[in-house]
């Protein structure tokens, strides 16, 4: 038996991964871009990586997953590993100082984490472009927290994937942005990404996102490069929007915002120098300068939004 302790943030999309080319390997219809977040957004797993043949077994925050939970994110990629390595199952135990399954992004981080710590216990040699790739099969945005700092997830043309993978674009200090997570409903979502996601072609709005979402990232990128704010948080402002947009338009539509999420929209924009940007759920992540945070701390405790301020953090790590 092998163990390994690993702790592997979740990530905020900029630009959103929503809708799928390949759904078995996870390849998106675009590229996206994120930030990876610190520790204060971060799952500590306890892995062991058994020899021989077993079942798969996760136990998140106390809860085990069901097989079949298991088998659809955390499942392929252990067989790939099997692939790679041999018989070998997994035992994890995992916890989150945020709440999973709300749209924040708990698969992101605790399936990072486990590609990252099978590939030091089991000696797997990856590249860290190679355990994007392996995490991406897990789930999509999983590819993104492999990597510290702000990442991009390209598309890809591909049928396999081989040219669908993240690399680093800037480090944490280049733009040492805050982000600060509102935990406005802690129940889970509606409807997971991965589902919802499959609706997203009976959205006549997705063919207008698409036509220009590359360039978009091209955009975004610049302006993180030469840290132009106001542009920086159009774009971010306005991708959550489109994004949300495209889910509203699809059939049926789902609705991951609620009264408060709006409400929070509205204060962003009246405040300005800073931006709000919604993943699927209710839940705002409010990005900033330093100078801001206790001003929007004191906004989201006031309507009762409970705030964790993180920031860009470094990547997964592995503890012991
Ligand atoms: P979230 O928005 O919190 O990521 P999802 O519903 O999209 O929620 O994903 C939840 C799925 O992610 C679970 O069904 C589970 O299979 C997987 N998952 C969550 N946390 C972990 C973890 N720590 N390790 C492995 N898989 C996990
Ligand atoms: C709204 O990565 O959870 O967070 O690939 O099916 O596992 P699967 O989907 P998932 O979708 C994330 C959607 C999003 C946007 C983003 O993170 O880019």
């Known amino acids: 038996m092998k163990s390994i302790k690993v702790s592997s943030p979740s990530n905020i999309a900029l630009i959103k991964y929503w809708g799928k080319r390949d759904e078995k390997l996870n390849l998106p219809l675009n590229s996206s871009v994120s930030i990876t977040l610190g520790e204060e957004m ?20 106390g809860r085990e997953l069901e097989e079949t939970e298991v088998g659809d994110y955390a499942g392929r990629v252990m067989n790939k590993i099997r692939e790679l390595y041999g018989n070998v199952f997994l035992e994890a135990v995992s916890y989150t100082n945020f709440p999973v399954g709300a749209g924040l992004a708990s698969s992101a981080a605790g399936i990072a984490g486990i590609v990252v710590g099978a590939n030091e216990a089991l000696h797997l040699n990856l590249s860290k472009r190679e355990m994007s790739i392996l995490s991406r099969i897990g789930s ?17 043309n591909s049928g396999e994937g081989s040219d669908s993978y993240c690399e680093q674009l800037f480090p944490p200090e280049h733009w040492p ?10 129940s889970r979502k509606p409807i997971s990404s991965r589902n919802a996601m499959l609706r997203v072609n009976t959205s006549q709005l997705l063919h207008c996102r698409l036509k220009t979402i590359e360039d978009d ?18 774009i971010v402002m306005k991708h959550s929007n489109n994004m949300h947009a495209v889910i509203l338009d699809s059939w049926p539509p789902v609705l991951y915002l609620n009264e408060i999420s709006f409400e929070i929209m509205q204060w962003v924009l009246e405040n300005g120098d800073m931006a ?13 300068e330093s100078d801001s ?7 989201l405790s006031n309507i009762g939004a409970k705030p964790i301020v993180t920031g860009v953090g470094s990547g997964p790590k592995i503890l012991e």
């Open 217 to 234: 990232v091209m955009k975004l990128v610049e302006t993180i490069k030469s840290r132009d704010k106001a542009n920086f948080y159009r």
């Open 42 to 61: 971060s799952v500590i797993s306890e892995l062991k990586f058994y020899e021989g043949k077993g079942n798969d077994r996760i136990v998140v925050n």
């Open 293 to 299: 945070v206790n001003k929007v701390v004191n906004f």
């Open 140 to 156: 999509g945005s999983a590819c993104r927290s492999v990597f510290g700092g702000i990442v991009i997830w390209y598309r890809g």
């Open 276 to 288: 709000y940007t919604f993943d699927a759920g209710p839940n705002p992540y409010i990005i900033c």
């Open 177 to 186: 942005l805050k982000v600060i997570v509102g935990i406005v409903k802690e």
